[in-house]
């Protein structure tokens, strides 16, 4: 049985690299008036081919339905759907302080070793600290560093890979080889076995 | 200061033509030619700034490209879905940039929802001036991102030829729909070496159709013969697959009721045994009623409009739904099938047919004539055979059936005059009915009409529209003064925004809230646009004026002054099971 229960979602989807595209996925949500929690772009392993990451938080039902409004895109290649337990992700987070009262206050490397953190950039005037993780973990360094005075604090989208171990890149790689007329695409109605969800 | 850029740039690019070489085309050039290598026809449009470069080329093709200028954008892109829904080739359009554009948003969304293949063609300023708030400069691609199939700018020349055989391909090809391509004018003028036009057949990222799958063809026949009360619904898909035959066969070899929604009308004929009407709000007693008591429900290229659906947790609960549809997000989209059937139905209706039993299901049929039996008592008897001193709109349709025979091709605007049209016009042939089904657009009809006669020049047109619909588009009888084509225009006039009034005077206490409209004389207004015309509000006069309509060389329009208050009935009330249909 379907899992109705409204929960975080990680939309991966495989598209051509088009402009307005970002566009066209994105008025999938806004038309049915579903936020977007995070959206994360870039170019994939393969050449010409992108890759967009997108956390919405609904019941498996709606997104299913939005998945394949979005496969439905001709410059799409392909779009799966999975759980926060189907996923291993990570977002990551720049903090900006001021190296005086850090040096002056703070076991510098403590903080980093604590928090699994590293320093990126190191100047007179400020020090720029790293860190990747859930987003709990990004959080807590922030409230570490407030007490001395962040001066700013940016966070990337989530960027997620699946735990399932045969993964995408040989799916995508197909496409590639696709020769006009070949049909090497599956459109499996669910494939509850593999816990992938195709078409 | 902008003007003398432009001017300099249109000179130097001028300029660069005369020296260049024969085999060198412009970008216009390369546009018609691959309209031509398309199998266009016709298009329909309107010039202006953005666009001229295009226009001044088509001066050249006129001996093979037969533009149509239109009165209004919007006029043109319903001409064009007119001409694909007869032709079943796609509508092309032309309209500038800028208001040019804009106009053509509605139709876009109309062709969107009813997938109706188009490829429009618009102008857009010069590239350098994007984003400049030019004149005449909108965001056309992002204002119709969400009501095309794709869209695309084009800013080179060089790009012509392979976006546009993208386009054809895409608009055509699956589920079809429109797609916009925007030519900035730049690349109109912008001339390079052509090497000819090569047609697409794939493009990696889109897949048209899902693969068949076996298996599912094969429980889904199983299903079908251990059915006791099946159902078959299909919609607009077996037209737009050309599956009519293969439809035809499968229904008949399994024996099996039909119903179509409104735009799967005339898939097989009116009278056809197995035809037991329309589904949905307005549709037939038995179609909707026995919707929730049928054991198996195959759904054969339609969508599950709320139209046809009515309330949705009350929809055919008991039964198991077998779902053919090309399109995989149709799929669980609205009705949660028991076996998807993915793939064209001209592929997956023989492979069904193979396995299905011959039955003729005979008790279960005559459930059906059951409930047509009271729906004539009812209804139909009284809307086809009034007996009240005015006339009505069924009547009109039945005099109208015995002059055509069901060969015409009937196109509707929306409303209460949509709604009585296809219930009782009689078609024999597929692609007859011309209707805005999923946008519900007023408006339509009267351009549709004129596109829909292009499309299928060896039938008779006939536009049949409300009052309120045909003063919405009704400059488009310019198009017919000037192109001399052959429709006839049918007005059921009866002084209301009919289908908004009777809604109001059944559930919002009969306040009849700006639905009491005027009209002009329309029969003066078709003759200022020197097209002949007759009203008629007696019933002695309808045949004669039917006739004389039918049988006047060239376009005509006739005024029906019919009931004021008449409802369309039946009715599932919004909000309302189908079975839960009200017959008054």
Redesign the interface.
Same mark, same amino acid.
């Given at each position: 049985m379907e899992n109705q229960e409204r929960q975080e979602y990680n939309i991966t989807v495989y598209?051509?690299n088009q402009?307005?595209l970002l566009? !066209?996925i994105a /008025?999938i949500f806004t !038309?049915r008036k579903i936020n977007i929690d995070s959206l994360n772009t870039s170019p994939s392993e393969i050449e010409s081919i992108h890759r967009f990451n997108i956390v919405i938080t609904e019941s498996e039902d709606v997104v !299913? +339905?939005l998945c !394949?409004?979005i496969? +439905?895109q %001709?410059? %799409?290649?392909k779009v799966y759907y999975h759980t926060n337990e189907d996923v291993i992700w990570q977002e990551l987070a720049l903090y900006k302080v001021s190296t005086d009262v850090i040096a002056e206050k703070v076991s510098v490397e403590r903080l980093l070793r604590e928090n699994g953190a590293r320093v990126v950039v190191l100047r007179k005037d400020y020090t720029v600290f790293e860190t990747t993780g859930h987003r709990e973990e990004t959080d807590n360094l922030i409230s570490i560093l407030q007490p001395y005075g962040l001066i700013e604090f940016v966070r990337s989208a989530r960027v997620a890979i699946i735990k399932d171990s045969e993964g995408f890149n040989s799916k995508i790689r197909e496409?590639e080889r696709?020769e006009?007329?070949e049909?090497v /695409?599956?459109?499996e109605?669910l494939n509850q076995g593999a816990k992938v969800f195709t078409? | 200061m902008e003007t003398q850029t432009i001017t300099q740039e249109i000179g130097e690019i001028a300029e660069k033509s005369v020296k260049s070489q024969k085999t060198e085309v412009s970008g216009s050039e390369a546009l018609l030619d691959a309209l031509i290598a398309e199998g266009v026809d016709t298009i329909f449009g309107y010039p202006g700034g953005a666009i001229m470069p295009i226009y001044d080329a088509l001066f050249d093709y006129n001996d093979r490209l037969n533009h149509i200028l239109v009165r209004h954008e919007q006029g043109g892109i319903h001409a064009g879905q007119g001409y694909a829904r007869t032709s079943g080739k796609v509508g092309v359009v032309f309209a500038t940039s800028g208001p040019g554009a804009t106009n053509l948003v509605t139709g876009l969304a109309d062709a969107q929802i009813d997938s109706t293949p188009l490829v429009c063609i618009t102008g857009q300023v010069f590239a350098h001036l994007l984003g400049t708030d030019a004149f005449q400069e909108t965001d056309v691609i992002n204002i119709t991102t969400p009501v095309t199939k794709w869209n695309y700018q084009v800013t080179d020349a060089t790009e012509i030829p392979e976006v546009i055989a993208k386009a054809f391909y895409i608009a055509k090809s699956g589920r079809p729909g429109p797609v916009l391509i925007d030519i900035t004018k730049n690349a109109q003028i912008q001339k390079f070496s052509y090497e000819g036009y090569i047609k697409c057949d794939h493009i990696r990222s889109y897949r048209p159709k899902p693969i068949v799958r076996p298996q599912y063809i094969k429980e889904a026949a199983e299903l079908i013969n251990s059915a006791k009360k099946p159902f078959i619904i299909w919609g607009q898909g077996v037209i737009l697959g050309s599956a009519e035959q293969e439809f035809k066969a499968f229904v008949e070899k399994s024996g099996i009721p039909a119903a179509w929604t409104i735009l799967g009308a005339g898939a097989i004929p009116t009278d056809h045994p197995l035809n037991v009407g329309m589904l949905g709000m307005h549709g037939n007693y038995g179609p909707n009623v026995l919707t929730n008591e049928c054991d198996v429900l195959i759904a054969i290229g339609m969508r599950f409009d709320d139209r046809v659906t009515g309330r949705l947790d009350k929809y055919a609960k008991q039964a198991k739904v077998i779902h053919l549809d090309i399109d995989p997000a149709e799929i669980d989209k609205n009705v949660k099938s028991t076996v998807p059937v993915w793939g064209d139905c001209k592929e997956t209706l023989p492979l069904l047919t193979a396995l299905v039993d011959k039955k003729d299901h005979t008790a279960w049929h005559d459930k059906f004539d059951d409930f047509a039996q009271k729906e004539y008592d009812a209804v139909i008897h009284t809307e086809l055979n009034p007996t009240s001193d005015e006339l009505t709109m069924g009547e009109v349709i039945k005099q109208l059936n015995e002059l055509t025979k069901g060969d015409a091709v009937i196109v509707t605007d929306v409303g209460q005059h949509q709604m009585v049209a296809c219930r009782y016009a009689i078609l024999n042939k597929t692609r007859s009915n011309i209707t805005s089904g999923g946008l519900g657009t007023m408006g339509f009809a009267l351009p549709a009409a004129i596109g829909a006669k292009f499309g299928a020049q060896e039938r008779d047109v006939i536009a049949i529209i409300g009052d309120g619909g045909f003063q919405m588009t009704c400059q488009e009888l310019g198009t017919i003064m000037q192109t001399g084509i052959d429709v006839k225009i049918i007005i059921l006039n009866n002084r209301f925004l009919g289908m908004v009034r009777q809604w109001q005077e059944l559930f919002n206490a009969r306040r009849y809230s700006f639905v009491d409209i005027e009209s002009p004389d329309f029969v003066a207004l078709a003759a200022a646009y020197r097209i002949p015309g007759k009203c008629v509000s007696d019933r002695a006069d309808l045949p004669g004026a039917l006739k004389e309509m039918m049988e006047n060389k060239g376009s005509f329009l006739l005024e029906v002054m019919v009931t004021k208050e008449n409802n369309v009935f039946p009715m599932v009330p919004q909000g309302c099971s189908v079975a839960e249909i009200r017959l008054k």
């Open positions: 598209t051509e402009i307005g566009n !066209r /008025i !038309r !299913r +339905k !394949r409004q496969e +439905k %001709v410059e %799409v290649l496409f696709l006009p007329g049909e /695409i599956e459109n109605y078409m | -």
